[in-house]
């Protein structure tokens, strides 16, 4: 059974870093490409990276780009978003998502709360 | 980037009855777009993919259809655990970009 588990989230003051992690099992993690998917309280979801299998290649979101940075370790089956420079609008659950085109699997989600 | 809309945000229906919810892309996008499902409290669920397939154990009242810009997921007969938040989702190009939703409650 395909499982993601999203860890690493918390309350963190505006300007303050985050790491998520997200760990895999039930697939072969290192022969699929990762996201991040985002939900604000009460809010729809919004795409925020892409990592290729490898880790080579990785798009982001322009409302997060300069400040996350996505990561992978194919050793450890693991997800990583780095985020820096928090701001109010990056409150949210954040989802790993299996998947280059359609997201197929995805974990229950990290809140993550930016606030003084 | 390609901006969805889904219409109408809310769609009161009773147990039973069908549901037709609507996604429109401001640029074509083919056929390459999902639809999700979110149940309160739940990650979200891969419904349909390439407009049209069911992903693996969706049941068969979930249908979808379209291409280009306009595109529809109907309900044919609404279950109790139906009753949930719609997504679609363009996977066309970069950005990835959902609707903003579509939720389906008991009438």
């Known amino acids: 059974e395909v499982q993601l588990v999203e860890s690493g989230g918390g309350l963190v003051q505006p300007g303050g870093s985050l790491r998520l992690s997200c760990a895999a099992s039930g697939f072969t993690f290192k022969s699929y490409e990762m996201n991040w998917v985002r939900q604000a309280p009460g809010k729809g979801l919004e795409w925020v990276s892409y990592i290729s299998s490898g880790g080579s290649t990785v798009y982001f979101a322009d409302s997060v780009k300069g400040r996350f940075t996505i990561s992978r370790d194919n050793a450890k089956n693991s997800l990583y978003l780095q985020m820096n420079s928090l701001r109010a609008e990056d409150t949210a659950v954040y989802f790993c998502?299996?998947?280059?085109?359609?997201?197929?699997?995805w974990g229950r989600g990290t809140l993550v709360t930016v606030s003084s | 980037e390609i901006v969805m809309t889904q219409s109408p945000a809310t769609l009161s229906v009773s147990p039973g009855e069908r549901a037709t919810l609507s996604c429109r892309a401001s640029?074509?996008?083919?056929?390459?777009l999902a639809w999700y499902q979110q149940r309160p409290g739940q990650a979200p669920r891969l419904l349909i993919y390439g407009a049209s397939t069911r992903a693996t154990d969706i049941p068969g009242r979930f249908s979808g259809s379209g291409s280009g810009t306009e595109f529809t997921l109907t309900i044919s007969s609404l279950q109790s655990e139906d009753f949930a938040v719609y997504y679609c989702?363009?996977?066309?190009?970069?950005?990835?970009?959902f609707g903003q939703g579509t939720k389906v409650e008991i009438k």
């Open positions: 640029q074509s996008v083919s056929s390459n």
């Open positions: 989702q363009q996977y066309y190009n970069w950005p990835r970009t």
């Open positions: 998502a299996s998947g280059y085109q359609l997201l197929s699997h």
